[in-house]
């Protein structure tokens, strides 16, 4: 049976995987870090096997933090606090790249797409300044500091937690030191 619906598909072929796999669908990686680190990076498709790869982890050596833009702010911070003191994590890496769409991201088009697909402007206005909402930026590098800086100086976040940044290239694999 082959849908152009991927949800179909996808229920589909779990069912198949898992009558060819048996056993094998047991989960055999930890539930904390190896490696005892969360790498908070962008969500870009471009970034998943990869970055992995070329920094030498294995699936569940890391906590991998995935947003528009590697920025968490705000509500988003949660996951770093359940990541450092519930699932042991004493590192963090922030990871931007090239060529991130998030960088000079137009919200003024952004919004007019959200109201043409019948979003409320009111809900919209009510995000605030849209700039900030979306955490836009102009260089990804720079973000990158503002982003680290921002962790080290968290009153949520313990002094003792190592925080570095750094941009990884998905054209070449190069990852740079950044701060
Ligand atoms: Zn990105």
């Known amino acids: ?35 005892k680190v ?16 070329a920094l030498g982890l294995d699936r569940g050596d890391a906590i991998e933090l995935k947003t528009a833009g590697n920025n968490m702010r705000g509500q988003e911070l949660r996951s770093l606090i359940v990541a450092i003191f519930a699932l042991k994590v004493d590192k963090i890496m922030v990871i931007g790249h090239p060529d991130c769409g998030m960088a ?48 080290k100086k968290h009153p949520l976040i313990p002094r003792d937690i190592e925080i570095a940044g750094f941009n990884f290239n998905q054209d070449t694999s190069e990852l740079i030191h950044i701060c």
């Open 38 to 53: 969360a790498i908070l990076t962008c969500m870009d498709t471009r970034l998943t096997l990869q970055l992995e790869k």
């Open 104 to 151: 000079n991201l137009d919200v003024e088009i952004l919004t007019e797409k959200m109201i043409a697909r019948g979003v409320e402007p009111k809900a919209i206005e009510e995000l605030g300044d849209l700039k900030e909402w979306f955490e836009t930026f102009c260089d990804s590098k720079d973000n990158v500091i503002d982003m680290v800086d921002l962790l």
């Open 1 to 35: 049976m082959e849908s152009n619906n991927l949800f179909e598909r996808v229920m589909h072929f779990n069912k198949l995987y898992r009558e060819r796999e048996g056993e094998q669908c047991k989960c055999c990686l930890p539930k904390y870090p190896r490696e």
